[in-house]
C-alpha cells in the first residue's frame, strides 16, 4: 500500500513517515519520542548557516542528537552561497542527510533573504543548491513553499532546480509565504510536481490523523508525507498510519501509554536542558497530551502552577492514571 521505504539519493528509509522540522518543538527528545513511535526519519529545527560556521555554542547545541535518532537531517537556513557551502560541510558531521530552508515565513529570517524570500530569487537558490550539493555526500533535500504570493507561485520552477542542482529529494509545503501557516494547504501543487519531477516528492501539510496521511499520498501519489503539528502531543500518529495503511483500526491511546510517554518526554527534557526550561518548555507539551480528555482545563492550570518538577511530575501521574481522563469525546 502506500506506506513503503523511501529512498533518498544514498539512504534507505524503513518507511515514508517524516517528522517536519518545526522550530522551538522538534529538539531530541521530540525526536526521539517521533522516532520510537515509528517516524523513519527526523531533521532539525532550522540551523542558522552563519551561526554554524561562527561555531556558536548555541548553534552546536541545535545538532546534538541521540544514537536513536538516526537517521537524523539537518536543516540549515542561510543566503549566502558561500556561507551555506561551508556549513553544509560543517553539518555533515553532525546527521545523515542535508536539507535547504526555503519555506521559512518568518519576517526576521525573510528579511535577510533566507528561508521562504530565496524562492524570489531562482539563481541565488540554485547557487546556494549547486554550492551545498558540492559540499556534501550526503543526501540532499530542500523544503519549499508554494511561492512568495499567490501571484508569484513558482514552485514548478524550483523543483526544476533542485533537479537540476543535483537535490536527491524535494518536501513541498504548498502554502505561499504570505498566507503563514493559515487557510488550508493546497496538495493539488504536491501532485502537480509529483507529475513534473524525477524526484521523490515529500509533502506537507494538513496531516492530523492517520487518514490524512493515506489521502496526501493517494490523492497526489507523493513519495512520503511530512507531518508537523498533528505529532504535537499524538506522536502515536506515526504507528497509527501504519496500522490504517495495513488495514487495521488503530486503538485509541490508553491512559497508561500516554502516562508512559509524557514520564519519558518529561525525563528526556530534564536531561538536555534542566530543571527550569524543563518546567516551562513541558507545559506547552503536556497541554497537547491531554488534548481531548477529561479534565484536561484543570490540569492545564494545575501544570501552569507547578512550581517546580516534582510537583509536575506527581499532577502528570495524577491525571494521567485516572480512570476518567479516557478520551471525551471520539
Ligand atoms: C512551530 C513551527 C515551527 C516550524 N519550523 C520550521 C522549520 O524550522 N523549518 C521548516 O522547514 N519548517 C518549519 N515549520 C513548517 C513545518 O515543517 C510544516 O511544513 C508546516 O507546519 C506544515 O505542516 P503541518 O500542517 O503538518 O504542521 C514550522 C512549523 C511550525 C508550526
Known amino acids: 500500500m502506500s506506506i513503503r521505504t523511501l529512498k533518498i539519493g544514498p539512504l534507505t528509509l524503513k518507511n515514508n513517515l517524516i517528522l517536519a522540522p518545526m522550530a522551538g518543538i522538534t529538539n531530541s527528545p521530540y525526536r526521539q519520542i517521533a522516532m520510537n513511535a515509528g517516524a523513519a526519519l527526523t531533521y532539525s529545527e532550522m540551523i542558522s548557516a552563519n551561526g554554524l560556521i561562527r561555531d556558536g555554542k548555541r548553534t552546536i547545541e541545535l545538532l546534538q542528537r541521540s544514537e536513536c535518532e538516526r537517521p537524523f537531517g539537518v536543516q540549515l537556513f542561510g543566503d549566502d552561497p558561500a556561507v551555506m557551502s561551508e556549513a553544509t560541510r560543517i553539518a555533515s558531521d553532525y546527521g545523515e542527510l542535508i536539507d535547504l530552508n526555503m519555506g521559512c515565513p518568518v519576517k526576521k529570517v525573510v528579511r535577510s533573504g533566507a528561508g ?57 509545503h504548498p502554502r505561499t509565504r504570505c498566507q503563514g501557516f493559515g487557510g488550508h494547504s493546497n496538495w493539488d501543487h504536491i501532485g502537480e510536481l509529483k507529475q513534473l519531477t524525477t524526484l521523490p516528492v515529500i509533502g506537507s501539510g494538513d496531516i492530523k490523523c492517520p487518514q490524512d496521511a493515506l489521502a496526501m499520498l493517494t490523492i497526489t501519489e507523493c513519495d512520503g508525507v511530512m507531518i508537523g503539528r498533528g505529532s504535537y502531543g499524538n506522536p502515536w500518529l506515526f504507528h497509527d498510519i501504519q496500522q490504517l495503511a495495513q488495514g487495521q483500526v488503530p486503538e485509541p491511546v490508553s491512559p497508561g501509554q500516554r502516562l508512559k510517554v509524557a514520564l519519558l518526554h518529561l525525563q528526556l527534557y530534564e536531561g538536555y536542558y534542566g530543571e527550569r526550561k524543563t518546567l516551562l518548555d513541558m507545559r506547552k507539551h503536556l497541554c497537547w497530551y491531554s488534548r481531548g480528555l477529561t479534565g484536561a482545563t484543570e490540569f492545564r492550570a494545575q501544570i501552569n502552577r507547578c512550581p517546580d518538577l516534582n510537583a509536575m511530575k506527581s499532577c502528570v501521574f495524577d491525571f494521567f492514571s485516572t480512570e476518567e481522563s479516557a478520551p471525551s469525546c471520539p
Open 116 to 172: 521562504s524570500a530565496l524562492m524570489k530569487e531562482p539563481t541565488k537558490a540554485a547557487q546556494i543548491i549547486r554550492g551545498m550539493r558540492k559540499a556534501t555526500r550526503l543526501p540532499l533535500t530542500v523544503k519549499f513553499r508554494s511561492g512568495w504570493t499567490v501571484a508569484e507561485m513558482n514552485y514548478r520552477q524550483i523543483a526544476r532546480i533542485c533537479e537540476e542542482e543535483g537535490a536527491d529529494a524535494i518536501i513541498l
